[in-house]
């Protein structure tokens, strides 16, 4: 059952959108740029950073994974490619998933990749389902997060990893700071406690951690450079009003981020 405030309905929207957009030619080149790879993700995940997954959750052929919030299959379908590994891909926006399932068919990956259109907070697999569990800058964009993290734990299998960025605002702002924290963040970014009190309140033990700001910095200043040279190709696909919008929002996000308003996060962990 899909339970979304009007809020979750809009996100949902914005990110219709961008997967429609996502297999134009300026859209594909302006993301090889950013993250190295041209599936249409909608996280700040680059090629890099889903090379490391591979290792942080122990994928090989033999593997079961769960990638949550999939959109277009970025970096599921990628992770299933290098491995062998079966992956499961889970959205809402069923246009990302229909983008996915031709992505697999091209990568001739059909046999190991499953799209479902479903609620990360209401999974619909039994208990112990899967070895592995991803997701990309996705709790960031939710509301129900510890629902969320509760359902991961229910549908890996004990021994299994979960690994996930996710983006949050700094702690102890002052109020102009944290408002423009939040001008700048993903729509739910917000948390009361900690990720990493969040993760044990909701059965989790970390394993790894890593701070990935500046890496997320380097693709905000790399974006910014990949839309100013394909300025003209925007303007024709967003018409100019939106290309200018889009430039000022990507130019106040970087100052944000050097500012310290921002950080983007990387956690590994297993059932506790």
């Known amino acids: 059952m899909f339970c979304c405030t ?8 914005h990110f219709e959108d961008a997967y429609r957009r996502s297999r134009v030619p ?41 990638d949550l919030g999939a959109g277009t299959g970025w970096p599921g379908i990628y992770m299933a490619k290098e491995t062998g590994c079966a992956v499961s891909l889970v959205d809402l926006p069923e246009i990302g998933l229909q983008l996915a399932k031709k992505r697999a068919a091209e990568e001739g990956l059909e046999q190991r990749v499953s799209v ?18 991803s997701h990309s800058d996705l709790l960031c964009c939710l509301i ?22 996710v983006i949050s605002i700094t702690r102890n702002l002052s ?20 990720y990493h009190s969040l993760l044990k309140n909701t059965g989790w033990r970390v394993t790894d951690w890593s701070d990935l700001t500046d890496e997320y910095r380097e693709s905000c200043v790399r974006q910014i450079d990949a839309d100013a040279e394909n300025q003209s190709a925007l303007e024709n696909l967003l018409g100019s009003q939106e290309t200018k919008e889009r430039a000022s929002n990507w130019g106040a996000k970087l100052d944000a981020m050097n500012d310290g ?3 983007r996060e990387l956690f590994v962990c297993q059932p506790a």
């Open 175 to 194: 109020k102009t700071q944290h408002e423009r924290a939040i001008a700048n963040a993903p729509g739910f970014a917000e948390i009361e406690i900690d």
């Open 116 to 133: 479902t259109i479903a609620d990360a907070a209401d999974l619909p697999f039994a208990k112990g389902s899967f070895d592995a569990i």
């Open 6 to 13: 009007e809020s979750e309905i809009t996100l949902r929207s």
């Open 261 to 263: 308003l921002l950080l």
């Open 26 to 66: 300026v859209i594909q080149e302006i993301e090889r740029r950013v993250c190295g790879c041209d599936y249409g993700g909608n996280s700040w995940t680059t090629k890099e950073q889903a090379d490391a997954l591979i290792g942080q959750l122990r994928l090989d052929k033999h593997s079961d994974l769960l």
């Open 144 to 165: 129900r997060k510890d629902v969320v993290l509760q359902q991961c734990v229910r549908v890996l299998r004990p021994q299994g990893y979960m690994a996930f960025t």
